[in-house]
C-alpha cells in the first residue's frame, strides 16, 4: 500500500480539466504523496481512495479529452496510467480490504450487511473493469477510433460503482473496523 513513483496517481497528466475554455497549461500533478505510512494502515487506505478519485477523475477527463483532440499522445499516456492503477494498485487495495479489514468485521458480528455489499462491489469492479479495459488498450496502443455505446456504457457505469462504495468504507466501515483493533493488530 505504500507510494512509489512507479504508481500512476504518483504521475502527472497532460490532460486539463474539460472545461469550454480551458487551455492546456503546465503538467498537474495527479496525487500528492499520502501523508500516511504503515504506521497509520486505515490513513493508507484512505489515501488509495484518494488516488482512486484521482484516477477516475482522470477517466473522465480522457473521454472528454478524445472526443476534443483525439487519440494522441496525451490520451495514450491517460490510458496507460489509468490502466495500469486498475490493473495492480485498485486489486491490491480490494484484497488488503478482503484480508485486513473485513474479517474484523464479520468475527464481532458488525456491519455484515454492508460487508457483503462491498465484498459484492469488489466483484462487480472486477467484471467491470473486464469491460473498460479494451477501450482504454485502444487508446493506449493508438488504435482508438472510438467506443462503441455498450463500451461507453461500461465506462460510466465503472466509475459509478466507486460513487457508493467510497463513502460506505470511509465513513462506516473504516472507522468501525479501525475501532475494533488493538495497536498490535494495526501493526
Known amino acids: 500500500m505504500s507510494p512509489s513513483p512507479t504508481d500512476p496517481a504518483n504521475v502527472t497528466t497532460p490532460l486539463p480539466m474539460p472545461s469550454s475554455h ?6 498537474q500533478p495527479l496525487h500528492d504523496a499520502p501523508s500516511s505510512g ?3 494502515p486505515f490513513g493508507m487506505l484512505d489515501a488509495c481512495h484518494n488516488r482512486v478519485e484521482r484516477m477516475l477523475e482522470l477517466l ?3 473521454r472528454a479529452h478524445l472526443l476534443d483532440k483525439g487519440c494522441d499522445a496525451d490520451a495514450r499516456e491517460a490510458a496507460h496510467n489509468v490502466m495500469r492503477y486498475f490493473d495492480i494498485a485498485g486489486p491490491a487495495h480490494h484484497a488488503d480490504e478482503e484480508k485486513h479489514v473485513f474479517p474484523a468485521l464479520l468475527a464481532a458480528g458488525k456491519l455484515m450487511n454492508e460487508v457483503q455489499r462491498l465484498r459484492r ?13 479494451p477501450a482504454l488498450a485502444r487508446v493506449a ?5 472510438g467506443n462503441s455505446m455498450h463500451e461507453e456504457a461500461a465506462l ?8 457508493h462504495h467510497l463513502p460506505l468504507e470511509e465513513n462506516v466501515v ?7 483493533m488493538d495497536d498490535e493488530r494495526l501493526t
Not at 480551458?22 to 503538467?27: E, I, L, M, N, Y
Open 121 to 133: 462491489d469488489h466483484v462487480e469492479f472486477e467484471a467491470a473493469w473486464s469491460r473498460v479495459r
Open 141 to 145: 496502443d493508438g488504435t482508438w477510433v
Open 60 to 62: 473522465g477527463r480522457l
Open 174 to 180: 473504516f472507522p468501525a473496523a479501525r475501532a475494533l
Open 38 to 40: 504503515f504506521d497509520d
Open 156 to 163: 460510466s457505469s465503472f466509475a459509478s460503482i466507486y460513487e
Open 22 to 27: 480551458s487551455k492546456p497549461g503546465p503538467r
